[in-house]
Every structure is written in C-alpha cells, then in structure tokens.
C-alpha cells in the first residue's frame, strides 16, 4: 500500500488526522475507506475519524471548528493517546 501511495500515478492517498486512505478524483478528494490492501489483501487498520469527531465532540468542538487544539489536526492526537 506504501508504494502505491507513493506512487504519482495511482490516485490514493493516506489521511493520518483519520488513519484512512483515500481515493482522489479529478475535482474533489473522495474519501473511500479500505479495510483491505486491493494489492496484497493485507488488513488495514480502521479509520479513526468517528473517534476523533467523538473526542472533538467531548470538548464542543466539531472536525469543521477552525479552534480545535493543534493536535487534533493531525495524526498527533491518536499516536500519543492511544
């Protein structure tokens, strides 16, 4: 999967701030979660991105607010607190 990200020609991409990987278009970035590599069948982890809107949502917060705390804007906030 990291070569395939990696990869300019093949258009899927990695979101740390969620743990997903992504399917881009010519206008926007779908996001389309894998649970399988579709090259080698290996299982990917799972998107974090309910936790996170949980967490945010603890704190009054949504993934929109332009306020969050830094640490939620990246992969930051799952790789320390895990």
């Known amino acids: 999967m990291r070569t395939m ?3 300019e020609r093949v258009p899927v991409s ?6 997903e990987f992504a399917i881009e278009t010519s206008t926007t970035l779908v996001v389309e979660v894998f649970y399988w590599c579709p090259w080698c069948g290996a299982k990917l982890p799972e998107s974090l991105r309910d936790e996170l809107g949980d967490r945010l949502e603890a704190l ?7 306020n969050i705390p ?5 992969d930051q906030w ?3 607190d895990p």
Not at 14 to 19: D, N, S, V
Not at 70 to 74: M, Q, T, V
Request: glycine content about 4%; proline content about 4%.
């Open 5 to 7: 990200i990696d990869d």
């Open 14 to 19: 990695y979101l740390p701030r969620f743990r």
């Open 60 to 66: 009054g917060l949504n993934i929109f607010d332009e």
């Open 70 to 74: 830094e640490k939620f804007r990246s």
């Open 78 to 80: 799952w790789r320390d």
